[in-house]
């Protein structure tokens, strides 16, 4: 199993809802995996950095490619690219 985890930044505080709402679509990609979109709650003392994480857990690389490839993941993008200023990925071995 392989978590995907990936953390967003917004340019301007005014877009993390347009960014959430973007990266929200992600949730209706269909699957054999599971994978939320949500806010961080910034109840951190040290870093507070990151407004939105998404976090998936995917059996194999083929399903996390799939995902991927789908058209919503890449309708995300072009919402969301424009809007973020940082972007962080990780995958890990669940």
Do not use: C
């Amino acid at each position: 199993m392989i978590r995907h985890i990936v953390l967003f930044t917004a340019k301007n505080p005014e877009d993390i809802d347009r960014v959430y709402n973007g990266l929200k679509a992600l949730e209706g990609i269909k699957g054999n995996w599971s994978l939320s979109v949500t806010r961080n709650n910034k109840i951190d003392q040290i870093a507070n950095d990151v407004d939105i994480v998404v976090y998936g857990e995917f059996p194999d690389e083929a399903a996390l490619q799939s995902y991927k490839n789908d058209p919503v993941y890449a309708n995300t993008i072009e919402i969301v690219r424009p809007l973020r200023d940082k972007r962080i990925a990780v995958d890990i071995p669940a």
